[in-house]
Nanobody, 116 residues
Framework: EVQLMESGGGLVQPGGSLRLSCTASGFTFEDYAMAWVRQAPGKGLEWVSAIAWNGLSTFYTESMKGRFTISRDNAKNTLYLEMNSLKPEDTAVYYC?????????WGQGTQVIVSS
């Protein structure tokens, strides 16, 4: 069974930074692309970023590009999302999963709140 554990969220002021982590098990991590999605209160899931199996290709939405950096450590079965210059609009629960455009099921997610 695929297991995903997101962490690293919290409360941060606008302009601040957070690093999210996602530890995965139940599949051969290094063979799969990984991605982050998020869900703001009252809204649907929004695709955020993805990374190829070997980390050589990365993908972002326009609103994330230049602010967020996705990376992975295959030796640790861990996916990361470095979030800089955070905006209130980034407030959401962030989820990870395998695939460039994952469908779930989802883990617990990690909540990011950007507020002054």
């Amino acid at each position: 069974e695929v297991q995903l554990m997101e962490s690293g969220g919290g409360l941060v002021q606008p302009g601040g930074s957070l690093r999210l982590s996602c530890t995965a098990s139940g599949f051969t991590f290094e063979d799969y692309a990984m991605a982050w999605v998020r869900q703001a209160p009252g809204k649907g899931l929004e695709w955020v970023s993805a990374i190829a199996w070997n980390g050589l290709s990365t993908f972002y939405t326009e609103s994330m590009k230049g602010r967020f950096t996705i990376s992975r450590d295959n030796a640790k079965n861990t996916l990361y999302l470095e979030m800089n210059s955070l905006k209130p609009e980034d407030t959401a629960v962030y989820y990870c999963n395998h695939g460039l455009v994952p469908q779930g099921p989802w883990g617990q997610g990690t909540q990011v709140i950007v507020s002054s």
